[in-house]
């Protein structure tokens, strides 16, 4: 059974940089038939996609957030992470990483990590 | 304001039928793109409930079902449970912004 497990700090300053890490477990990260990408959620709000990564290198952002996104894939921890700088209170939100099983652009979330709520504020 | 629209509640009587709408547009949901479901209990992570319109991931129970028809999809709900109050998403996929879309989520009530 595929798990995905998010890490990171929970609090951060604002016009720092977030960092989160999804360790994958139950599965190879390494499978070239999945994306691996980041949804996040403000409290009482929807679900916003933010971006997915592939192993080919090929990723993909929401345009909103693309001048302060990198997701990166690191095959020898079997994990993938999200970096967001210069983040407001705006980008207070639980962030979820979550597997992407389908082709480019018809794909659909079949494992989410539990989620972690991260907080922007001094 | 979401490019996939979907009811902020429903509600139905316990053991009856409630449906959930996603109305796109002609450059998602109209456009042939699929259409998946997602289940959030509060709290939790949303859960894969309906992936290409009409496909259930085992474990799901055939109480619920998906639909589309033209740039709508609807996902069925027969039987209401006590547990299926909870809130409902749809997802897609947009060749104007070029990404993954998410509905804003229905609240389900079951009466």
């Known amino acids: 059974q595929v798990q995905l497990q998010e890490s990171g700090p929970g609090l951060v300053k604002p016009s720092q940089t977030l960092s989160l890490t999804c360790t994958v477990s139950?599965?190879?990260?390494?499978?070239?038939?999945?994306?691996w990408s980041w949804i996040r959620q403000p409290a009482g709000q929807g679900l916003e996609w933010i971006g997915r990564?592939?192993?080919?290198?090929?990723?993909n952002y929401i345009p909103s957030l693309r001048s302060r996104v990198t997701m990166s894939i690191d095959r020898s921890k079997n994990q993938f992470s999200l970096k967001l700088s210069s983040v407001t209170a705006a980008d207070t939100a639980v962030y979820y990483c979550?597997?992407?099983?389908?082709?480019?652009?018809?794909?659909?979330?079949?494992?989410w990590g539990q989620g972690i709520l991260v907080t922007v504020s001094s | 304001q979401s490019v996939l629209t979907q009811p902020p509640s429903v509600s139905g009587a316990s053991g009856q039928r409630v449906t959930v709408s996603c109305t796109g547009s002609s450059s998602n949901i109209g456009a042939g793109y699929a259409v998946h479901w997602y289940q959030q209990v509060p709290g939790t992570a949303p859960k894969l409930l309906i992936y290409?319109?009409?496909n259930r991931p085992s474990g799901v129970p055939d109480r619920f079902s998906g639909s589309r028809s033209g740039s709508t999809a609807s996902l069925a709900i027969t039987g209401l449970q006590a547990e299926d109050e909870v809130v409902y998403y749809c997802?897609?996929?947009?060749?104007?912004?070029?990404?993954?879309?998410f509905g804003g989520g229905t609240k389900l009530t079951v009466l």
């Open positions: 990564d592939h192993t080919s290198g090929s990723t």
């Open positions: 979550a597997r992407a099983q389908g082709e480019n652009g018809w794909y659909y979330f079949d494992y």
């Open positions: 997802q897609s996929y947009d060749n104007v912004v070029a990404h993954v879309i």
């Open positions: 290409d319109a009409t």
């Open positions: 139950g599965g190879s990260i390494s499978s070239g038939s999945y994306y």
